[in-house]
């Protein structure tokens, strides 16, 4: 049975799924084991009633209309029983016009957060304070104080909330989530259910989760009980501080099993570092795209085994372009860290500053290169991306002789095959006009309408450009040839095909 990662959102109607937890603990240094260390901690009493006080309650509210739930029946124009239809079912959908919605109504959703910040700087998931008109952070002792929105990010699912208190609050700070080890002892204090002041204890269970959930998963996995109410905790180490923030968990039911997820404070600090100092994110932009490179790409690319990431196309105008990085190339270090996984580029890239230059490796054509980039602003790099995007571009001069090569039929990028296929203005190189079934290229899920840009990392123009570069490969005893696709819309992607 497929099991779906719940996040924790806002919902009309239903509270929000939320979730927080508190570390425990990681040890300072290894310990021989013992039956006693093995049972956990005897009692985490004092760690709680230290940091229970920093802990809020977060509740929301917005105005939504009333929706009718049962429809209208039309009668024909003029008919006498219309204006007796619009009445009955008006009533039977809380009132109001028949044919229109009923009147507002205040939906409340319950989450968690924590103040970072004596002066009044709360912490929560983006999602728990999603669309609310109103948001109020609840206590440990009792009292309410409403809270202002300071910026929010919705890549990391972080949001910054202030409220102005009579007296400095009760805080507490972000730790180091780098050196978390899986096994360390993890407490969560949290609202689930709206039960406010609830402590549960697990460990860390896993680091580095990829959830599919936004650009820069990176997430410690707990077995802390979390549950609905909980989303926008905090996730305390041994000594108290703030290792992570939680956001979803993997639930059939939508209750606790076990497996919750939170956003390591090595990715929350920064952003909500910026979020409190410029009400939005200035993450680093490199001006990439970029795919993950398989065991058959790694031979075509020249790597001894599948690592780095693979620039799949480079942003004009960009810091990448600047430094003359181009498609094909395989980013494997990044201001000195090794990439090993596509995945692990992008959260380098959006932690480091604005107009940092930094070295870039990258194999290109199986030699290593080593670039110096200057990082643009990755807000900014979003609107120039989109406005290349609209850009028309030359078109290639048209070639009438279709070739077959490696499954594929192949034609010239005319008007007519752009017409046809629908194919982007900017989109340059040979189009793929038919794919056979069961060929390499069908089993690589190549079909009708891609263009083919390049070929072992050479541009082609036409269908004869494909099938001499193919030949190419082949004469040199070559597995696969090495495609760089374009689907209609112009995103690009590599593709290592088998040659016959």
């Known amino acids: 049975m497929a099991i779906d990662v719940k996040r924790a959102f806002l919902a009309r109607g239903f509270a929000v799924a939320v979730a927080a937890v508190v570390a425990v603990g990681g040890l300072a240094g290894p310990l021989a084991p013992s039956p006693a260390f093995a049972r956990g901690p005897e009692s985490?009493?004092?760690?709680?009633?230290?940091?229970?006080?920093?802990?809020?309650?977060?509740?929301?509210?917005?105005?939504?209309?009333?929706?009718?739930?049962?429809p209208v029946p039309q009668m024909p124009e003029g008919s006498p029983f219309q204006d007796y239809f619009d009445e009955f079912f008006g009533d039977k959908n809380g009132g109001g016009e028949g044919r229109g919605g009923g009147e507002p109504r205040k939906v409340q959703s319950l989450g968690s957060g924590f103040v970072i910040d004596s002066s009044g700087i709360i912490i929560t998931n983006n999602h728990v304070i999603e669309d609310a008109d109103e948001i109020v952070a609840n206590f440990n002792d009792g009292s309410k104080l409403k809270a202002e929105i300071v910026g929010r990010d919705l890549k990391t699912d972080l949001a910054v909330l202030r409220v102005k208190p009579d007296k400095p609050l009760k805080a507490v700070k972000f730790g180091d989530s780098m050196h978390l080890r899986v096994g360390d002892w993890v407490m969560a204090i949290g609202n689930p259910f709206g039960l406010g002041g609830t402590v549960t204890v697990g460990i860390v269970s896993a680091r580095n989760r990829d959830?599919?959930?936004?650009?820069?998963?990176?997430f410690i996995q707990t077995d802390a009980a979390i549950n609905r109410g909980n989303s926008g905790g905090p996730l305390f180490n041994m000594d108290g501080d703030v290792v992570g923030i939680n956001t979803a968990i993997i639930s059939p039911s939508g209750g606790s099993i076990g497996i919750g997820f939170a956003i390591p404070s090595e990715i929350a600090a920064g952003v909500v570092d910026q979020l409190r100092n410029f009400g939005e994110t200035r993450r680093g932009w490199?001006?990439?795209?970029?795919?993950?490179?398989?065991?058959?790409?790694?031979?075509?690319?020249?790597?001894?085994?599948?690592?780095?990431a693979l620039v799949a196309g480079v942003t004009e105008g960009g810091p990448a372009a600047a430094a003359k990085i181009e498609p094909g190339d395989v980013i494997v270090s990044f201001d000195g860290k090794p990439i090993h996984e596509m995945r692990e580029l992008p959260r380098l890239v959006a932690n480091t500053p604005v107009g940092k230059a930094v070295d870039v490796t990258v194999v290109r054509k199986?030699?290593?290169?080593?670039?110096?980039?200057?990082?643009?602003?990755?807000?900014?790099?979003?609107?120039?991306?989109?406005?290349a995007g609209d850009q028309g571009a030359a078109e290639p001069a048209p070639v009438k002789v279709p070739e077959k090569v490696l499954g594929l039929t192949l034609g010239a990028l005319d008007d007519d095959a752009k017409a046809k296929f629908k194919i982007g203005a900017d989109v340059k190189g040979v189009v793929v006009t038919d794919v056979e079934s069961g060929s390499p290229a069908a089993d690589k899920r190549i079909q009708a309408g891609d263009t083919i840009v390049e070929v072992a990392q050479e541009p082609v123009s036409k269908p004869e450009d494909v099938a001499a570069a193919v030949k190419k490969l082949k004469d040199q005893d070559r597995k696969s040839a090495l495609l760089l696709l374009a689907n209609p819309a112009g995103e690009l992607r590599f593709v290592a095909v088998k040659i016959d």
Not at 44 to 70: F, H, K, M, P, Y
Not at 288 to 307: C, F, P, Y
Not at 366 to 387: I, W
């Open 366 to 387: 199986g030699k290593e290169e080593k670039l110096s980039v200057t990082l643009g602003r990755l807000e900014e790099g979003e609107k120039l991306a989109a406005a």
């Open 286 to 308: 490199l001006g990439v795209n970029i795919q993950q490179v398989t065991d058959d790409l790694a031979e075509s690319l020249g790597l001894d085994r599948a690592k780095g």
């Open 211 to 218: 959830i599919n959930s936004g650009p820069y998963d990176n």
């Open 44 to 70: 985490v009493a004092d760690l709680a009633d230290g940091l229970i006080d920093a802990v809020v309650n977060i509740s929301t509210s917005q105005n939504v209309a009333e929706q009718r739930q049962v």
